[in-house]
Structure formats: structure tokens, C-alpha cells
């Protein structure tokens, strides 16, 4: 099949509202205090910002009650004489279930000190709380110290969000969904997706498995994101076929049920590349949006 490239446009204000969409989001508010735990500042841009020092043997606990959602703000706090590139393992889990986790790369930051050490480039980590109250447990491997700033978004005011269309995709699918028709755009393991994001933005993405006549029960399928040739994460699904989706210009193939990561990019134009690992001759499908633009910036 003939791969498609489709030119990315600059969205504008103007242009987004007929793909604009709502998603529940909330303001945002900083958890500064958690039991037996206080934070410590880190200087960014010469503003004092609390955050949570984290270790391999010190872990921390946030009690929370959902549904909400958290962000945890990452940095690795560079010991005296290390290089500026430090890697990480971040997993937020719950009685020993995992929530999420990344794993990053990331160097030295300008302009951010904490007590006069130098800090790392901020890395995000975004995942959501179900009802009822919970107690989430950060842990780190692979660096000495993680600085981790807290934010929980709470209210009801919703954000509006913009789709983004990729710059190449070997094709588009139409899933209907209820009264819905969204775009999905594939990717496989010859034919990689390319998304053109300016940032800094969090890229909100909704994943599917396609199920061809010979796939079965439950499939497992990874997606790995990466940028210049530099491997950014992967993600790891479980995932069956869809009962209420279906896609409007394939018969052949029957959607999976959805699946849900965020990826957060830094200040800057990134191309970012999905391709899917396993298995090694499906498709899977993407769809991708951010938060329409707003007047300033917080960390």
C-alpha cells in the first residue's frame, strides 16, 4: 500500500475549532506538603519551586483521593563531577500494581540549580487516579536523587483539545464510535508514523491494536517512540477486539479497544517517530492531540 504524506500545518487559533474536543482536565494545583515528607526548592528561571527528593531507598507516598489526575515533574539532581547526561526509572504504582513509568534520558538544564547542585531538564510522567481514595508510591532506580514536583488537577473546567494530523502515516482509518467518526492514522513496523509537535506541550495519544481474521483472544502489542534516532520509551499493551468500535473505509480489519499514554516534549519543533515492534505484521493505529494554546507557561 502506497504510503501517504500529508503536509503539517501550523495550527492557529482560528483552525482549530472544528477539530477542537473537549477533554476533562481541571486547573492544576501544586501538592507542596505530604506526611512526613516537605519539599525542597529548586531555583528554575530564578523562581524557588518545591520539590520532592526521591532516592532508591526513599520512595514517596502520596495519599490521594480521586477521580484525579497527577503530574509528576522530574529531575535528577546531578551529584559533584557528574557528566550532564543522566538516564532514570520512574514507576507510580499502587499495592504493588503499576499505574505507569518511564524511562528517560536527559541532560544538564540551564538556568535550574537546587541548593546550588546542578538539575537536569524536566521529564513528565502523567497518569490517573480512579475513585475512591488511593495511596500512590513513586519510586526511582538508575540515578542517586530525583527532584519530583507535584501537580493535581482538580475542579471541573475542561480543556479544549486539538488533534494533530502526522507528516507521514502509511494510512488513515475512520473509526466509528456511538455518533463519533475519528481519525486513526497507522504505523507498523516498516511503515513508522511521523508526528511534527511544537513544544512545550503534553501529547495526549489514544492507541488501538487493528485485528485481522487471525488474531485472536488477547494480544499484546508495543509501540516505541523515538526522536533523531534516539529511542525515547516504549509502551506495552494487552489489548482485545473492540464490541462498539468499528472502522468505516476497512472491512478487513476490526479495531481493539483503546488504550491511553502521554508523552511530554520540551520547548522546540520535535519529530517524533511511533513504530510498532510487535507484532512483527500488524498495524496499529494512532490518534493524537494536545491542549489548545493558552496565554503563559507553567511548569
Known amino acids: 500500500m502506497n504510503r501517504t504524506r500529508i503536509l503539517f500545518a501550523l495550527l492557529t487559533l482560528g483552525a482549530l475549532a472544528p477539530h477542537a474536543a473537549q ?6 494545583h501544586t501538592l507542596e506538603t505530604l506526611p512526613g515528607r516537605s519539599t525542597v526548592p529548586v531555583t528554575v ?3 524557588a519551586k518545591g520539590y520532592f527528593r526521591l532516592t532508591p531507598t526513599q520512595p514517596l507516598v502520596i495519599p490521594v483521593t480521586g477521580p484525579t489526575r497527577i503530574r509528576a ?14 538516564s532514570f526509572h520512574l514507576r507510580a504504582s499502587e499495592g504493588g500494581r503499576l499505574i505507569d513509568e518511564m524511562n528517560e534520558v536527559t541532560n544538564a538544564a540551564k538556568n535550574v540549580s ?5 538539575v537536569s531538564k524536566s521529564r513528565k510522567l502523567e497518569f490517573d487516579v480512579p475513585a475512591g481514595r488511593h495511596e500512590v508510591t513513586l519510586s526511582v532506580d538508575g540515578t542517586a536523587v530525583l527532584l519530583v514536583r507535584l501537580r493535581e488537577s482538580g475542579g471541573t473546567e475542561e480543556t479544549r483539545m486539538v488533534s494533530l494530523t502526522p507528516v507521514e502515516t502509511m494510512r488513515t482509518e475512520l473509526l466509528a464510535e456511538g455518533e463519533k467518526t475519528i481519525p486513526y492514522h497507522a504505523l507498523s513496523a516498516g511503515h513508522p508514523l511521523r508526528l511534527r ?4 506541550a503534553d501529547v495526549d495519544l489514544s492507541s488501538r491494536l487493528d485485528f485481522d481474521a487471525t488474531m485472536r483472544g488477547t494480544v499484546g502489542y508495543r509501540i516505541e517512540v523515538s526522536e533523531a534516532g534516539h529511542k525515547l520509551r516504549e509502551y506495552a499493551f494487552k489489548t482485545t477486539k473492540a464490541t462498539t468500535a468499528s472502522y468505516t473505509n476497512l472491512r478487513d480489519v476490526v479495531p481493539s479497544k483503546l488504550d491511553h499514554f502521554v508523552i511530554a516534549v520540551g520547548a522546540g519543533t520535535h519529530e517524533l517517530v511511533f513504530t510498532l515492534i510487535e507484532p512483527a505484521h500488524a498495524t496499529a493505529v494512532l490518534h493524537a492531540r494536545i491542549p489548545a494554546p493558552t496565554v503563559g507557561n507553567e511548569e
Open 73 to 86: 515533574i522530574a529531575r535528577v539532581e546531578f551529584t559533584a563531577g557528574a557528566r550532564g547526561i543522566a
Open 197 to 200: 509537535v511544537i513544544g512545550p
Open 23 to 28: 477533554a476533562a482536565a481541571g486547573s492544576w
Open 114 to 118: 537546587a541548593s546550588g547542585a546542578a
Open 45 to 47: 528561571n530564578g523562581d
